[in-house]
């Protein structure tokens, strides 16, 4: 205990020069020893490294001054506070001396370890926005029937959006007439559509939206023969299985440019005939359709 006691002795003192009336030096103390707590307060000198200031109102507020042993001033403030903040300007010296004493590192001040501050929290996750359900799509078409049976055409689609990244989509086709004319006389016209139900996976890199997948569905084709002696039609339904593949760029929130691809085989074979004539037309088992559509998604 006598050690202990003279340990604290040897500390360098911090001394409170008597304020004035308006805001006495017991304010200031008070606020050391709730701030500093390890800080000696001391009425008399003890030492070289004691430090001596004091708080009094002054003109625009308070003003805070510490000087060393010797005299020299070591830290003035003016606290710009009403006259009647005694114990609001004492706080605030209270804070001042206390950066101040870290800084010049005065040894009348023990060391403290501080806890270190909280962790803040993660941040939460951006909410993730729900991307439009439903799209519908039109657009010209390119149709390639056989190497010679190119045909302009027409498509059109309605898309909803399952669990990302999957859809499924009612694709509807149809393809301009194209006509075959025999030496031996007459012709056959052929018109063909398609209806289709695809499914799909998709990615959207950027502005860009990406998707492939099968596709199912069933060819249409309306064969009408005009011959020497006769004109007929008649009505052949194939079913059709291929792939799809589409592109598309987005042009705002619901409008999007897109460039699809698909390709479908027939299974079996079907053939128009004139009758009574060795005249036919074989159609194609394989069917490629290109086709540039604009896109848009209500919601």
């Known amino acids: ?9 040897a500390l360098p003192a911090f001394l409170v020069d008597e304020g004035d009336p308006r805001c006495p030096a017991a304010a200031l103390e008070d606020a050391i020893r ?68 870290d800084e010049i ?14 962790r803040p929290p993660p941040p939460m996750p951006a909410p993730l926005l729900e991307p439009p359900r439903f799209e519908f799509a039109a657009g010209p078409a390119v149709w390639l029937g056989a190497p010679n049976d190119v045909r302009a055409g027409g498509l059109i ?10 859809e499924a989509s009612f694709l509807a086709l149809v393809a301009a007439s194209s006509r075959t004319v025999f030496q031996a006389g007459g012709s056959i016209d052929v ?10 996976a998709c990615a959207e890199p950027g502005r860009f939206r990406l998707c492939a997948g099968p596709l199912a569905g069933a060819r249409a084709s309306l064969g009408n023969a005009a011959g ?41 074979s079907g053939t128009f005939t004139i009758a009574g004539t060795d005249a036919h037309r074989t159609l194609s088992k394989f069917d490629a359709i290109a086709s540039i559509s604009l896109v848009f998604q209500p919601f």
């Open 34 to 101: 709730a701030r500093l707590p390890g800080v000696q307060l001391a009425g008399a000198p003890s030492g070289p490294d004691d430090l001596r200031g004091w708080l009094r109102p002054a003109e625009g507020g308070f003003a805070l001054e510490v000087r060393r042993a010797g005299g020299e001033v070591a830290l003035r403030r003016q606290l710009p506070l009403g006259e009647d903040d005694c114990k609001l300007a004492a706080e605030t010296a209270a804070l001042i001396l206390d950066r101040f004493l």
């Open 105 to 118: 590192r005065w040894s009348g001040k023990p060391a403290s370890i501080e806890p270190l501050p909280a």
């Open 157 to 166: 689609g309605a898309t909803v959006r399952l669990k990302v990244p999957f």
């Open 228 to 268: 020497v002696r006769q004109t007929a039609s008649a009505m052949m339904w194939q079913a059709e299985i291929g792939m799809q593949a589409r592109a598309a760029l987005r042009l705002g929130a619901s409008w999007l440019l897109g460039l699809q691809i698909l390709g479908g085989a027939v299974p079996g």
């Open 1 to 9: 205990m006598l050690a202990l006691a003279l340990i604290v002795a």
């Open 191 to 200: 018109k063909q559509g398609a209806f289709a139900l695809s499914a799909a």
